[in-house]
């Protein structure tokens, strides 16, 4: 596949779509990603079979937090992350300056309140890629200033 | 070797990701509606607004002026599916009055790694390309109805989709300008 305004497009009329079939249901109450995170879910839940089959094994935890960083995001969004921060117990901060999904949306605070429709997808991806590297996690997502966008990912441990 | 020297081919995971985000979607659309009619509309619907958008990005890229006749249509249509999909399908059997003709396509990126179980028999799964098709269309003054007539998860040879010419759209007055 050739083009990847075609992705960008599809992800706009999943969020449509989501919004939609959200307001049938609940009018009225608040926002509800829960369904948009899981597409992103099973999407990067099963991209990242097939991305790391040929790979060596992760080193470690932070190893596999480098990979999502650096190759898999510069596969899915076209740009690595700009800066991981961690306090190695679990919690990571991964920062992008300039969101693919945000970049064209606004510079600065302009629809900040409808901008979490835009991210809860590709937090979604992150928690399925990380889970299917036996990694269990909470991401969320950060938004002060657009197109930048933090994603905290919180690691749990039983 | 350090890992920052691995590097995947692009455009087979953004295909891939193309892909796999549709099978999510159309496995969540499964889940909410209980109709797979309903599902197959919806894919279409969702191929309309798409296709609505992406004419503009289409002409934009490749500067295209307006179709002279359906045949020009079809060419410019067949490289739109280079263009998106990376695949070439083959422009055939045109009706003898030629305002209806056909894509063929051998591969679909849109079904690779897509099986479907035995009672979702029923559902489009490629809905959206006609949706897609008629949205962009619709954008250039052209009515067209489009559908699949073959499709691979189905069993045929090949996926076909037919495109039908409706009429031209006229260029309607804005509102409130007499």
Request: hydrophobic share 40%; net charge negative; with cysteine.
């Amino acid at each position: 596949m050739a083009d990847e305004s075609l992705f960008d497009f599809l992800h706009n009329e999943i969020v449509t779509y989501v919004l939609e079939s959200n307001n049938k249901q609940n009018a009225g109450k608040d926002e509800d990603l829960s369904v948009l995170e899981y597409i992103g879910f099973s999407t990067g839940y099963r991209i990242i079979e097939r991305l790391t089959k040929e790979m060596p094994r992760f080193k470690d935890e932070l190893d596999t937090m480098k990979f999502v960083c650096t190759d898999f995001w510069c596969a899915l969004y076209k740009k690595q992350i700009d800066n991981l921060r961690t306090n190695h117990h679990g919690i990571y901060v991964l920062q992008d300056n300039s969101f693919r999904f945000l970049t064209r949306l606004s510079n600065g605070k302009q629809y900040l309140d409808a901008a979490p429709r835009y991210v809860a997808f590709t937090c979604g991806v992150i928690r399925g890629c990380l889970a299917n590297l036996n990694i269990m996690c909470l991401v969320t997502a950060e938004l002060q200033n657009m197109p930048s966008c933090k994603f905290h990912i919180q690691v749990q441990r039983t | 070797m350090s890992r920052s020297t691995t590097r995947f081919d692009v455009k087979k995971v953004n295909s891939e990701l193309v892909t796999l985000t549709y099978g999510a979607l159309v496995a969540q659309m499964i889940k909410d509606l209980d109709n797979v009619d309903d599902v197959s509309k919806q894919l279409e619907r969702l191929g309309y607004n798409m296709g609505i958008r992406l004419i503009e990005d289409f002409l934009a890229k490749t500067g295209t002026g307006r179709c002279l006749d359906l045949k020009d249509t079809a060419d410019k249509i067949q490289s739109a599916f280079k263009m998106y999909l990376g695949i070439q399908p083959n422009v055939t059997n045109w009706s003898p009055s030629g305002d209806e003709f056909s894509f063929m396509l051998d591969s679909n990126p849109l079904t690779e790694l897509v099986e479907l179980p035995d009672d979702l028999k029923s559902l489009k799964y490629c809905n959206l390309l006609c949706g897609a098709i008629r949205g962009a269309l619709e954008m250039v003054q052209l009515d067209v109805q489009s559908w699949i007539v073959q499709d691979q998860l189905k069993g045929d040879q090949n996926t076909e989709i037919r495109v039908k010419f409706i009429r031209r759209l006229e260029d309607a007055m804005p509102a409130g300008e007499d």
